[in-house]
């Protein structure tokens, strides 16, 4: 898959990726490029998905931007790594079977700093182990994705050296009883060019099931 890295010093305003996502979407729709990751960073941002509701933004002065994608509200900003893999897809639609995908290359990634994760049963994304103390599950990686014309939008949200004090202004995902980890909070000191660095791979790994073959692609 061809890499749109969009990570530098100054944080990316959200809709400007937006803007980039949805017209490189249209050419690999089209069959006119290759498959695409855009990695990116963006200035502090609050989304909200298909399945929000009001009560999961109790702030009413919280300024948010309502998308197209699947899930509830989140929030993005400096040292979160999103990554928009924008993917023709070949075959069977499957978006479970997809964010699936997602989570195992993220899975993948963790494990490689010595970080365990799991799956939480009719939640997406990649959560911490159990607590035994019996404290809230903590989700490192948010995901929220949308098929249309067979091609992908949107992608994940790994939470890298994010300040997590910014997710208390609303319901992360419209979980109540549920929390938000750091790479950094579990002693993971790695920039997010790095970190997009060593997922890249078991993205590839993941998503090669779903993609169309090379040969059908003009821009491939």
Same mark, same amino acid.
């Given at each position: 898959? $061809?890499?749109?890295? !969009?990570?530098?010093?100054?944080?990316? %305003?959200?809709?400007?990726?937006?803007?980039?996502?949805? *017209?490189?979407?249209?050419?690999?729709?089209?069959?006119? +490029?290759?498959?695409? #990751?855009?990695?990116?960073?963006?200035?502090?941002?609050?989304?909200?998905?298909?399945?929000? @509701?009001?009560?999961?933004?109790?702030?009413? @002065? /919280?300024? #948010?931007?309502?998308?197209?994608?699947?899930?509830?509200?989140?929030?993005?900003?400096?040292?979160?790594?999103?990554?928009? &893999?924008?993917?023709?897809? $070949?075959?069977?639609?499957? /978006?479970?079977?997809? #964010?699936?995908?997602?989570?195992?290359?993220?899975? *993948?990634?963790?494990?490689?700093?010595?970080?365990?994760?799991? +799956?939480?049963?009719?939640?997406?994304?990649?959560? !911490?182990?159990?607590d035994p103390s019996g404290a809230p599950d903590r989700k490192l990686c948010?995901?929220?994705?949308?098929?249309?014309? +067979?091609?992908t939008m949107h992608g994940l949200a790994l939470n890298v050296s994010t300040?997590?004090?910014?997710? @208390?202004?609303?319901?992360?995902?419209g979980l109540r009883d549920a929390g938000v980890v750091s790479l950094r909070? !579990?002693?993971?000191?790695?920039?997010?060019?790095?970190?997009?660095?060593?997922? $890249? &791979?078991?993205?590839? +790994?993941?998503?090669? %099931?779903?993609?169309?073959?090379?040969?059908? #692609?003009?821009?491939?």
């Open positions: 898959m $061809h890499v749109e890295n !969009l990570l530098s010093q100054s944080p990316s %305003r959200y809709l400007d990726v937006d803007q980039h996502q949805r *017209a490189l979407h249209a050419e690999i729709a089209a069959g006119e +490029r290759g498959d695409t #990751v855009i990695y990116s960073e963006f200035a502090p941002v609050y989304t909200a998905g298909s399945r929000t @509701d009001d009560a999961d933004i109790p702030d009413p @002065d /919280v300024p #948010v931007v309502r998308i197209d994608r699947g899930g509830s509200v989140t929030y993005h900003g400096p040292g979160q790594l999103v990554a928009y &893999p924008l993917v023709k897809v $070949h075959g069977r639609q499957d /978006v479970v079977a997809y #964010v699936r995908a997602l989570e195992a290359a993220v899975m *993948a990634l963790a494990a490689e700093y010595g970080v365990e994760t799991r +799956r939480v049963e009719g939640r997406t994304g990649v959560w !911490l182990p159990e948010a995901i929220g994705v949308r098929f249309a014309k +067979r091609t300040d997590l004090d910014d997710f @208390d202004r609303i319901v992360p995902c909070d !579990l002693g993971v000191a790695a920039s997010l060019d790095e970190v997009a660095d060593r997922l $890249h &791979p078991h993205l590839e +790994r993941e998503l090669a %099931r779903f993609r169309t073959p090379a040969d059908a #692609v003009t821009g491939a």
